[in-house]
């Protein structure tokens, strides 16, 4: 809680797979921390209210077409048009728990054979997470689990091309959790790295994406 010290709230990620269990464990990990009385909001990309993101929902439920890279853009704009107030949140002390973040721009638009480096650029210059916590499900798993949605990407073989471009992304802040353990024990893990990050970046400076 940087609230009672002042400090800045953290900017916490959760990363993974469709079905990997990210919005159940966000929504747990969320009322964790309130329950602790720390200031926290729980966001997810896309943001579908916006109107960029209702072209990138429209898009995903296969009501519209776009070019690759069209869309990847798009998505990269979503996350644009929230700088601003997310930097606000951030320094007034509310900590954000953001389901999906600039990885899954970059591993989902890789998967389709888009260059990393070209799918990476437009992500510069937005906040740097200090923590992401990548749920870890073997594709095969996460499809085993109650299907998919209908939304485009939603297929195996796609999906095991995301989690490999995901892999070549970690960097020091990630942290693997496996995300095929007890959903309680999940809930836990989260819950230590979700307190350790917040008491620890209450004095460090915001940065953008080392990218
Ligand atoms: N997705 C999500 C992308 O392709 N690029 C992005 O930048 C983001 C944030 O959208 N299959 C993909 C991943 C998902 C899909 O996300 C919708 P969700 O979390 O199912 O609403
Ligand atoms: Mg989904």
């Known amino acids: ?16 797979l469709d079905r990997s269990g990210k919005s159940s464990q966000s929504a747990r990990l969320l009322s964790f921390l309130e329950g602790k009385g720390c200031a926290t909001e729980g966001w997810r990309f896309p943001d579908r209210d916006t109107s960029v993101g209702k072209m990138i929902s429209a898009y995903l439920a296969n009501e519209s077409q776009l070019d690759d890279r069209t869309i990847h853009l798009l998505f990269s704009a979503n996350r644009w048009e929230k700088r601003s107030l997310m930097e606000s949140k951030l320094l007034g002390g509310t900590t954000l728990v953001v389901d999906r973040y ?44 109650g299907g998919y949605g209908g939304e485009r990407y939603e297929r195996v073989e796609f999906q095991k091309r995301v989690a490999e471009h995901y892999h070549s992304l970690r960097d020091s802040t990630w942290k693997v959790v496996d995300g095929s353990l007890p959903m309680e024990t999940v809930e836990e893990q989260l819950r230590e790295l979700a307190m350790n990050c917040i008491s620890e970046c209450q004095d460090k400076q915001l940065t953008n994406l080392p990218w």
Request: contains cysteine; glycine residues 18%.
């Open 102 to 145: 600039s990885y899954s721009g970059v591993a989902f638009s890789a998967a389709k054979g888009l260059d990393i480096g070209w799918c990476k650029a437009p992500e510069v210059g937005l906040l740097a997470p200090d923590l992401v916590i990548y749920l870890d499900v073997q594709p095969e798993k996460a499809a085993e689990r």
């Open 1 to 16: 809680n940087g609230g009672g010290k002042g400090g800045r709230g953290a900017l916490i990620v959760l990363e993974g």
